[in-house]
């Protein structure tokens, strides 16, 4: 699916997670599979506490760590979208 | 995996083992859990529970009992828990399932369900659960959890009574693709008592059991295993929660740090004598088994050993009889 600024994600409801010394790690419980984010990972996923935009997670990536917005938005659509192909998380629209 | 090592070193719960009920509609005979008329942690005293561990960083949690789908609340429980975010792990005889609760529980964050089966012959089976009908009914379970896509562990402790029945029950495994464990090590009632051991096997058919190629894989020999100051993981990243609300470090490890009706958990596993007690044993203090020689074929357990002979330090029987027979294999 062509991911769009605009686009809503949210976390999916099959999936297990802790934030454990300051990274977290997340479980596909029905396939036994574990993921570990990295502490910007582990920011990203802080901010989808309900369904957001990507277009204001890249505003709180820029704003976090000072970085260009379009390198921003490179790496935060890289990132769900490799996080929505493993079905961590979802496009609400 | 490198998160279960960052856990046992900075003591965080990643698993916790969480016994709901001792009930049980079973009566196998060699349950280790001797029947009492305590009172169970409640729905409510649950939740806590859960939000406790929870943010203590408990990822994986494991519902046992006696049988937990006798708790009547046993969904509700799933639902808080998957809502939690645990990743959970269900061990059940699976008698009580049917197409509709198996049909709900494909909504909870289940990794697998662990299902007690003995043999597949009706005469054996039920004589070790005490109840007529009860393999069919477990045998309906495991079909219509491999039918809505579970992944399902036939778990098979073996006696001298079912001994004779594991080559088959492997080849029922492998024939639906699911996976299976055998345990030789029967273990004494939760009090101490030993009169189930004589249902152990003997050592002839131990040492069968070992070299079996298709289940050896639990027996190979952990390198390292001197080097090593760490006993287990008991009390370290593991804890055991009961239905009374006792928090042992280990399910086999029976000495309580605390009960959660009387204190949070956060307090029990920071603060706990015992639990500091067992973190920091070190090899130099098992004296006996520091300076035995087949110590790099044992796979001792702390907890067996304390249950067999009451001494924490001391060597676990079925522990020394399986290190002498990977010796000579």
Redesign the interface.
């Known amino acids: 699916m062509y991911q769009r600024i605009d686009h809503r994600i949210r976390k999916s ?6 934030i ?2 300051g990274n977290t ?1 997340v ?1 596909i ?2 396939k ?1 599979a ?1 993921y ?1 984010f990295n502490k910007v990972g582990t920011y990203i996923w802080k901010c989808i506490s309900n369904d957001i935009r990507v277009k204001c997670i890249v505003r709180k990536v820029c704003k976090k760590y000072d970085v260009s917005e379009k390198r921003a938005e490179k790496d935060v659509k890289n990132f769900i979208k490799d996080l929505v192909k493993k079905n961590i998380l979802e496009y609400v629209d | ?3 279960e090592k ?2 046992e070193k ?1 003591n ?1 719960p ?1 698993y916790s083992i969480f016994e709901l009920t001792y009930r049980c509609n079973l009566q196998c005979i060699h349950c280790y859990i001797k029947k009492d008329s305590k009172k169970e942690l409640n729905f409510y005293q649950i939740k806590s529970i859960l939000n406790q561990i ?1 943010s203590m ?4 949690i494991t519902f046992t009992g006696g049988e937990v789908f006798v708790r009547k609340d046993f969904f509700k429980i799933l639902n808080y828990a ?1 809502n939690k ?4 792990n269900i061990f059940t005889n699976a008698t009580l399932l049917d197409k509709q609760k198996v049909y709900e529980l494909k909504k909870f ?4 369900m662990g299902i007690s089966l003995y043999s597949l012959r009706d005469e054996i089976h039920d004589y070790i659960t005490g109840v007529r009908g009860s393999l069919k009914k477990t045998l309906k379970g495991i079909y219509i959890l491999k039918e809505r ?1 579970f ?1 399902i562990k036939v778990k098979c402790p073996l006696m001298k009574v079912n001994y004779s029945d594991y080559s088959q029950i492997i080849d029922f495994c492998n024939r639906l693709k699911i996976k299976y464990l055998f345990d030789p090590v029967i273990v004494p009632y939760n009090d101490g008592d030993k009169s189930i051991l004589s249902l152990r096997l003997d050592k002839t058919q131990i040492e069968k059991i070992i070299r079996d190629i298709r289940i050896v894989k639990r027996y190979k020999i952990k390198k390292g295993f001197l080097k090593s100051n760490v006993l287990c993981s008991a009390g370290k990243n593991f804890c055991s929660i009961s239905p009374y609300g006792d928090v042992y470090p280990c399910i086999q490890l029976l000495i309580s740090a605390g009960n959660l009706k009387e204190s949070k958990f956060k307090k029990i596993w920071n603060h706990s004598k015992v639990l500091k007690n067992i973190r920091e044993i070190k090899m130099g203090e098992l004296k006996i088994c520091k300076n035995c020689d087949i110590i790099y074929y044992c796979n001792r357990c702390p907890g067996l050993a304390h249950l067999e002979d009451g001494n924490l330090y001391g060597p676990s029987k079925i522990a020394c009889e399986i290190a002498k027979i990977r010796k000579n294999l």
Request: glycine share 8%; charged share 25%; aromatic share 8%.
């Open positions: 409801k099959k999936i297990a997670s802790r454990i010394e790690y479980v419980p029905e036994r574990l570990k | 995996m490198l998160i960052l856990c900075k965080i990643l929870s960083g408990t990822l994986f998957t975010g645990f990743a959970i964050n289940i990794s697998e896509g992944n």
